[in-house]
């Protein structure tokens, strides 16, 4: 069954990397029947993720490892984890903040769109710096430093390619001695499949990966990796909680031992829930990921882009492939530049539209739309839409001539 006899969807030859809005990865049969696996069966949901966070742990070199609704949900619940800590009495509040530490340090390069999953919790994001190079405006750790007060909940490091700013191990001295939190969201820092362990080496004390991106798990999960007690945290207020004290599962560690006065009723995670078919699905795509062969992968890549390339050279555009540049990109990508008269950045705009409206719909990158460019990323490509995608470029280009 095809999504378009089940809802008359068209569906989208996608050479626009791992989007959310497109549906990420298109799952491997492998995934698929884990999900469905999973699907078929009940389970204690709690035990499903403390064995799925044990294989998280490993795989990143962590303490602690929990399956999230994603990379973003995993900001929002390590977020109030760092507010929470242990106490019921603060996780039954928030995301009301009064009287807690509620404040995440935020360097303005990485004030993001995906910051606002920060500030989903109740934590109020106090952005530093500048951004930028000196001159014009760089970030430095002694301002990160002067914005640590008793409210410090956290400071937050986003991975991209933003200049200027304080770095990760700077960023970890500056956490480690004032005793605060370093969140790290790596959601989309992967390939390379070292960075699943690298970030945690560097010292954070938690990190965030999409498992629909490159992991190629399903779109509806995410890593959380890093301490224990904030794994905790993340757990009790993420799990469901309708429990009596006397029959709870984890009486024995946290009533038993007193570590906690009673459980903590739903918490601010609950409408973020995971399903046991996502963690089945999260773990084997990360296993199938592990185990992928990175240079036949690079290989295919590349072969995905010189096929749509070889449509284009009688197009009013100039084509450049572009190399894995780390940090920056995994993957190789090729930059569509429009040679048509007139704004080229318009031009542009109406080639990403023209081929997803026109005929059978090509999603293609709009990142370098500034330049007058757009891009075709491999990552979710199927090696068999390459020459569709190339024709169906070509033909719009022609339109635009
Ligand atoms: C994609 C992305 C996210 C969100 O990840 P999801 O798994 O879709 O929730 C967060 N931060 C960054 C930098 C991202 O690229």
């Not at 770095?167 to 370093?182: D, F, W």
């Not at 909680?241 to 984890?250: L, R």
């Amino acid at each position: 069954m095809s999504l378009k006899e089940l809802l008359g969807v068209e569906p989208v030859i996608n050479g626009a990397g791992t989007l959310t809005r497109l549906g990420g990865m298109p799952l491997d049969e492998e995934v698929l029947d884990a999900m469905a696996a999973a699907g078929r069966e009940n389970a204690r949901i709690e035990d499903v993720q403390a064995a799925a966070g044990k294989y998280l742990a490993d795989v990143c070199g962590a303490e602690a490892g929990y399956v999230t609704a994603g990379a973003a949900a995993g900001l929002t619940v390590g977020a109030a984890a760092c507010m929470a800590g242990l106490s019921p009495a603060a996780m039954d509040q928030l995301p009301d903040t009064t009287g807690l530490k509620d404040e995440i340090i935020v360097q303005r390069a990485h004030v993001t769109a995906y910051s606002h999953a920060l500030r989903v919790s109740g934590a109020k994001l106090i952005d530093v710096g500048y951004v930028g190079y000196p001159g014009q405006g760089i970030t430095w750790g002694w301002q990160v430093e002067a914005a640590i007060t008793e409210r410090t909940a956290a400071i937050f490091y986003s991975v991209g390619s933003a200049k200027g700013i304080v770095e990760l191990p700077e960023l970890v001295e500056i956490g480690r001695r004032h005793n605060v939190p370093l969140i790290v969201d790596a959601a989309a820092a992967l390939p390379p499949k070292s960075n699943l362990k690298y970030f945690i080496e560097q010292g954070a004390d938690l990190v965030t990966f999409s498992g629909g991106k490159a992991i190629g798990g399903p779109q509806a999960s995410g890593i959380l990796v890093g301490r224990k007690d904030l794994i905790e945290s993340v757990a009790l207020q993420h799990q469901d909680m309708d429990v009596y004290p006397e029959t709870w599962t984890w009486r024995s560690d946290y009533i038993d031992t007193n570590k906690l006065p009673g459980p903590p009723h739903h918490g601010l995670g609950r409408p973020m829930k995971v399903g046991k078919e996502e963690i089945a699905g999260l773990v084997v795509a990360l296993r199938r990921f592990l185990d992928a062969d990175d240079e036949k992968e690079l290989q295919r890549q590349r072969d995905v882009l010189l096929t749509i390339a070889d449509h284009l050279t009688d197009c009013p555009a100039r084509v450049e492939m572009e190399e894995p540049a780390l940090p920056g990109p995994g993957y190789p990508v090729l930059k569509i530049y429009l040679e048509t008269s007139g704004d080229t950045r318009k031009a542009a705009a109406d080639l990403v539209n023209g081929l997803m409206d026109n005929g059978r719909p090509v999603a293609v990158s709009q990142g370098p739309m500034w330049d007058g460019a757009v891009a075709v990323l491999p990552t979710a490509l199927k090696t068999s839409d390459a020459a569709v995608a190339g024709r169906r470029i070509a033909e719009e280009l022609d339109r635009l001539r």
